[in-house]
């Protein structure tokens, strides 16, 4: 029984040489050689021959460009595939590397295409001197225009080769982002969930504290353990208020919130705030001096959220305001009257030396040396709420002065 050659050991040689040279680069080669010997071979024939008809002149240089064309397009990509095998688009100089690159091969071709067309008009002139004897110049015609189709064609595998490596780099600086993206979110996920297992978890033991704290204040004790008891006590709660916060925080932030949204008044709203805390700012001895406009102030958010957000500026202005100075609290409608604005502004107690991202960080606070009250969760939660409501929270620093802004849709 007869064994066909490719089913030989010598068959299946060549046929793994065949697919490992395809898989290679070394195949623009093929292309490259077979292109640029057929176009030499026809351009010394149009060279070769003088009085030739016009038309065997084109019909033959139209050949030639078409396999100059192949060759040049073969050996080109090879170069370029090969020259540049290690250049990797991930490299953090890409853009770099590749301005050099880019500049470097287009002087190439330049000084390569300079070279040939100078070859071109030499043998032009030669020609030219023999006009009146052969009175046929599309032999000469031929070379020159073959110099400007063949440098047109290099420059556009050129700047094909170029912008594919230029998508390769920005599709890997688009993995990158969506991997960066993803790990943000994970992380920013992992920091709530603990943030709310951890605020969750010890809410119960605290209340339970809370509770044997007012418990022992029926006993009858010493002086001087009531006191301490009452420490206890004002910490305990405070501790608890700052557990509630960050809890509620990490909820708000989580968007796992339910709004109930309803008509209100701003107006209204800062003076039924400011009513509430008039103790605490007469005990404090600042002058809150109150500016609101005479335009209608209605706008439609959560009275829970709204509410917080307006005693949470005014007591950060309370906590870092400098003693014996005054606290202005503003309400204005925007000259398109489409939103409504509360701004408060106060003159800092101490160097204001951070920026809005910095200030509203979770626990960030701008007394450096922690000797207010403060816990840092104040303008962390007006900036949370405030986005959950569809608003706007800003900070202006103007040397010691401090504006904290929120701003709504009417």
């Known amino acids: 029984m007869d064994i066909k050659w490719k089913n030989t050991e010598a068959g299946s040689r060549v046929r793994q040489w065949i697919k490992k040279i395809l898989k290679r680069n070394e195949i623009w080669l093929v292309p490259g050689a077979a292109g640029c010997i057929l176009g030499f071979m026809m351009l010394s024939d149009i060279l070769s021959y003088r ?10 240089g139209s050949i030639m460009n078409l ?12 170069i370029l595939i090969y020259g540049n095998r290690n250049w990797n688009v991930q490299s953090k100089n890409f853009f770099r590397e590749w301005e050099q690159k880019q500049r470097r091969w287009k002087l190439i071709l330049g000084g390569i295409a300079a070279a040939a067309l100078i070859a071109a008009i030499v043998n032009f002139n030669f020609r030219l001197k023999d006009t009146w004897m052969y009175g046929n110049l599309s032999s000469a015609y031929i070379p020159l225009g073959t110099v400007g189709i063949q440098w047109i064609v290099c420059s556009l595998i050129l700047d094909s080769y170029m912008k594919t490596q ?3 780099h920005m599709e890997n600086l688009e993995q990158i982002n969506q991997r960066s993206l993803e790990a ?19 809410k119960t033991p605290l209340t339970s504290m809370v509770g044997y704290l007012e418990l022992m204040k029926k006993e009858e004790l010493s002086d001087i353990l009531s006191d301490y008891i009452e420490v206890l006590s004002r910490k305990a709660q405070k501790l608890k208020e700052m557990i509630d916060s960050l809890f509620e925080l990490a909820k708000t932030s989580s968007g796992n919130v339910e709004l109930n949204m309803e008509p209100m008044e701003l107006n209204r709203l800062i003076e039924q705030v400011k009513a509430d805390m008039e103790d605490r700012i007469a005990e404090s001895g600042r002058e809150f001096v109150v500016m609101l406009t005479k335009e209608p102030t209605d706008f439609t958010a959560d009275s829970g959220y709204m509410y917080r957000i307006c005693q949470n ?16 609290l503003k309400t204005l409608v925007t000259e398109d009257g489409s939103k409504v604005r509360f701004e408060i502004t106060n003159t800092a107690g101490y160097p204001m030396e951070f920026t809005k991202e910095q200030i509203v960080e979770r626990f960030a606070r701008g007394d450096e040396s922690r000797t207010t009250e403060g816990n840092g969760l104040g303008l962390a939660i007006v900036n949370t709420y405030t986005a959950a409501l569809g608003g706007q929270f800003d900070v202006l620093i103007d040397c010691d002065q401090f504006r904290a802004t929120v701003e709504f849709l009417k």
Do not use: W
């Open 313 to 328: 500026l005014l007591e950060n202005a309370l906590k870092y305001s400098q003693e014996h100075t005054r606290v202005f």
């Open 184 to 202: 943000a979110l994970r992380s920013e996920q992992m920091k709530v969930d603990l943030i709310s297992n951890v605020s969750h978890d010890l």
């Open 166 to 168: 230029l998508k390769r």
């Open 51 to 60: 009085y030739t008809p016009t038309s065997y002149n084109i019909q033959e």
């Open 67 to 78: 396999c100059f064309g192949a060759g040049f397009a073969g050996f080109l990509n090879f």
